[in-house]
């Protein structure tokens, strides 16, 4: 035992040197906390100066009106196609095809976009370039896929089966009474089976958002590199009133 | 200001402690040094506070009042560093408009020392993110990108050294996996490389060559995933031996406390991530004394 205490006080002594001659550290102790940013902290009065011009600058951007919407555009007004899809359908059809024809010197066919992409209403009243990224916060961009017609088909039995308004332009649907497809045309022509078409979409459906799985057999696809927001943007800039209608291009014979 | 703190005392050694009194003692000048680690993670451009009305996060952020705590903590104690875990960019018209300018000069503002890379931050393309480097004064770390044939060779690097009251503390960065997450186009040539491999060579340098006194890793992996076998922060912390303090990011994960986890080497270590969108502030002090024992495991926890 005595000799056990001569060897720990020697040990002491030993590291006591070292530690005191080398001067390294050793970790003794941690604490750690979650500090909440609250309104409580005052706001650092450079920071908030520097930042004000940059804001400023995007609110002025973001709240100048771009055009005007006598009604209420929702994705909810309509069963089988609504004012806000037909809205998002034919812009991405009237500001995409340009792009692609120059590309490719090909025309697109139809437009097929997701319900769910939809996230706001446009109120009634001014439309600003803010009202774009309500409606469409994501950084999705506009792709054109090529389809074979088999694979249009299986699209079109998705499209019915969802039994939501999936927003679509440059096509017409007519179901039967009882709900199964009774007609389908595509740029005033009937549906040709033997045919391959040119789709837009965006480039988070082609990846298999919202389970449309029958892109994974698209047989090109070409980027546009045209922000769905950027073409909306761009559409409300053109036009000074916003007042899509829904119509015919897809319905039931009730 | 919210605090929730529980003592976890994870020394048994009742020897040691009194060892380390006596050593302490007989030096002629005993020292007890503080080291304060700041940190965000997530930010996704949020540069001003959420509105009162806001459902999730009510008037909580804010780079103004963040740029205020972290003055105050700085004042309290000098030998503080800031960092952030990555996904800098997008979230707010802020990134849309000026492509993460702000956010990197406001991040310089604030001086913070160092950050990792997100997934996020190639949303305008590794092109992107190379054109806003003129604005950081801060060094970008990723040990597990490789990104030599990309325009970012030469600008990113794998970790560094800070040297702050005595006490060297080594600071490694880890990048999640790129494809299928961002579209190649936008990342281009970057390789990743396994984070595990990687983390244990940085720390390895970091420990034996380097000779830091403390390891920190910010990593953009995740917290831990629940379906798939992929790589986390909770894993990685069980297999490295060296890294005190995982500053973690991309799962948006609000921890009330940082996870104590049980490392390689038995020790233990501490696993962080502060949710998103700057609502807080990661705090994380540590306290060294002049070295008594080298196998000591003496480290109280307080979280």
């Given at each position: 035992m005595f000799l056990k205490i001569q060897q720990f006080v020697l040990f002491v002594t030993i590291i006591m040197l070292s530690s005191c001659k080398e001067k390294r550290s050793e970790l003794i102790e941690i604490t750690a906390a979650q500090v909440s940013i609250t309104d409580t902290i005052t706001k650092t009065e450079s920071i908030e100066t520097f930042v004000l011009p940059y804001r400023n600058r995007i609110y002025e951007v973001l709240d100048s009106v771009l055009a005007f919407a006598p009604n209420t555009i929702s994705k909810e007004d309509g069963r089988y196609n609504t004012t806000a899809g037909n809205l998002m359908a034919d812009i991405v059809m009237e500001q995409a095809n340009p792009i692609f024809k120059l590309r490719t010197g090909n025309q697109i066919d139809f437009v097929l976009l997701n319900h769910g992409g939809i996230r706001s209403v446009i109120s009634q009243g001014p439309v600003t370039a803010r009202t774009a990224y309500e409606v469409m916060p994501f950084e999705n961009n506009i792709a054109v896929v090529e389809l074979s017609g088999p694979s249009v088909l299986e699209l079109i039995t998705y499209l019915i089966s969802s039994k939501r308004a999936h927003p679509i332009a440059g096509m017409q649907i007519v179901l039967d009474q009882k709900g199964q497809l009774k007609t389908l045309t595509i740029g005033n022509k009937e549906f040709n089976k033997n045919r391959n078409y040119w789709v837009a979409t965006t480039d988070y459906l082609v990846n298999g958002g919202d389970s449309m799985v029958f892109f994974k057999d698209a047989l090109t696809v070409t980027p546009i590199d045209y922000l769905i927001r950027n073409a909306i943007i761009d559409y409300f800039k053109k036009v000074d009133t916003i007042a899509p209608i829904i119509d015919d291009r897809y319905y039931s014979l009730e | 200001m919210k605090r929730r703190t529980f003592l976890k005392n994870l020394s048994a050694s009742g020897t040691l402690a009194g060892l380390g009194g006596l050593s302490l003692e007989s030096c002629v000048n005993p020292y007890r040094k503080h080291i304060t680690i700041l940190h965000t993670n997530d930010v996704h451009s949020h540069i001003d506070a959420f509105p009162k009305d806001h459902s999730q996060f009510p008037g909580l952020g804010g780079l103004a009042r963040r740029a205020t705590l972290v003055e105050q903590i700085r004042s309290e104690n000098p030998n503080t560093l800031l960092f952030d875990a990555g996904d800098i960019f997008q979230g707010t018209p802020y990134f849309n408009f000026y492509g993460g300018e702000l956010e990197f000069k406001l991040m310089s503002k604030l001086k913070y020392d160092a950050a990792t890379i997100g997934n996020h931050d190639f949303d305008n393309g590794i092109d992107g993110l190379h054109a806003q480097l003129p604005h950081a004064n801060f060094e970008l770390l990723s040990?597990?990108?490789?990104?030599?044939?990309?325009?970012?060779d030469g600008f990113v690097k794998p970790y560094r050294t800070y040297l702050l009251d005595g006490i060297k503390i080594g600071v490694y960065g880890l990048g999640i996996q790129l494809k299928g997450l961002v579209t190649q186009e936008l990342y281009k040539e970057t390789q990743y490389l396994d984070p595990y491999d990687v983390a244990y060579d940085c720390e390895r340098i970091l420990k034996k060559q380097e000779q830091c006194d403390m390891i920190i890793c910010l990593s953009?992996?995740?917290?831990?995933?629940?379906q798939e076998d992929r790589p986390n922060d909770l894993e990685l912390a069980s297999k490295t031996k060296y890294t005190n303090l995982f500053i973690g990011g991309h799962t948006h994960t609000f921890l009330d406390k940082p996870t104590v986890v049980k490392n390689n080497a038995d020790d233990h270590v501490l696993v962080n991530q502060v949710g998103c969108f700057g609502v807080h502030l990661g705090r994380i002090d540590f306290y060294f004394d002049a070295l008594?024992?080298?196998?000591?495991?003496g480290t109280h926890i307080t979280v």
């Open positions: - | 040990a597990n990108y490789d990104f030599t044939n990309t325009v970012l953009h992996l995740g917290y831990q995933y629940q008594k024992n080298s196998t000591s495991k």
